[in-house]
């Protein structure tokens, strides 16, 4: 009970924006060395160590993008509905500004995905786009995260925004997996998965290794630009409070 | 419980008897739809052959489009005249009084447009067993066309512009389409529809379990 207690005690000191912008500060900056640090690691390894692929050559390099960006398309609308809905439930404004933050980078790295994908299938493929189960059902994601955005802007009042964000956000949620198998079954060209099969992966270390270290890069990226976002919209948020007028004074006081 | 029922079919009866009173809202949306399905002929040309294989499927993106312009009326006049505020000041649940407007919205809409597409499938002299399909999947299908796009009306109700709905309703709407097809075109082929009969279906109970919760929150989200 004391350790739920703490626990909770904890999860609202880390929940109220002020706190939560005075520590972000210190993570983005370690979040971001370790992201240079991966990208090199990754793009070394993955452009300049890893064998070309004996089947499709050079042009496998593009993985090293394409794929953690497509993880990541997904992962970002999962964080950006279940955010949401905490935001929704518990009424926490952080939560809200975690959900509304997110919508912009998960549907860059969706578009990213779709535009790697396609550069990646004109070689191999011989086409720019096929109606493939896999580009489909990205392209449908693209659509939720604008349609997301879209309904963001439409209204004026922020909180309503959210939590009518946080409702598309958790019906796309629902709908993710039916579009998922929905297009799956319908066709498909795209290669199936490599990594992520339970028993052993079918892709040799040395091309893993890079892609994994571009993961992480990929996600501490995302970690890093959410947080600049976060601290942006808290910024806006919490303009009429006492801590953030302060703020401002003393930035001023700086500058002059 | 009875007396939910009652009020479930008092709020039914009502909008029905709305709609039959202000015919041009339940009407404009089946003429368009109607429209739209002769628009095609004219563009792809009167070869029966080709329009035999493209009419399941235009009969359903029609459908489609023809929702989103009829979803606004579920709850546009009783969002402009303020009944939808007295609505959720009932003691009743505002799930269940949603969800009677949702079956309204069915009625009004959802069956005329079976009727039509069948009337159309049967001039355009579509095989028996393609009807049957097209039947069953506009069946199962256009109740949850009525349940999602009430999420999404209820989110968009009062805003400017109805784009917005279709943006937000067409990329929801895609699992739909796409079994309904796979299954008009395995009947087509003489094949079995099984699978997609019953992966609509299901998809049909979980929408009607979750929709109306849904709307209801969304509702109370635009009104607070």
Redesign the interface.
Known sequence: MTMYKTLHRWFHQFASPKYFYDISHAISRWLTIICIICFIAGLYGGLVLAPADYQQGDSFRIMYVHVPAAWMSLFIYMVMAISGGIGLIWHIKLAEIVAKSSAPIGATFTFLALVTGSIWGKPMWGTWWVWDARLTSELILLFLYLGYIALQSAFEDRRVAARAGAILALVGMVNIPIIHYSVEWWSTLHQGPTVTKLDKPSIHLSMLIPLLFMTVAFKTFYATSLLIRVRTEILKYECNTSWVKQLLRDYKNVTN | MNEYLKIFFIILQRDLMLAFRNKAEFINPLMFFIIVIILFPLAFGSDSALLKQLTSGIIWITALLATCLSLESIFRSDFEDGSIEQLTLTRYPLTLLVSAKITAHWMIFGIPLIIIALLTGFVLSLPNQTMLALFITLLLGTPVLSL?GA??VA??IG??GGM?LS??I???Y??VL??SM?AVQNATLGQSIAAEIY?LAG?LV?AMT?API?TA??LR??L?
Do not use: G, K, N
Request: without cysteine.
């Open positions: 999602i999420i999404t989110l968009t805003l400017r917005l943006l937000l067409l990329p929801l895609m699992p796409i079994f796979l992966f998809i979980l979750l849904t929150a969304a989200i635009r607070s």
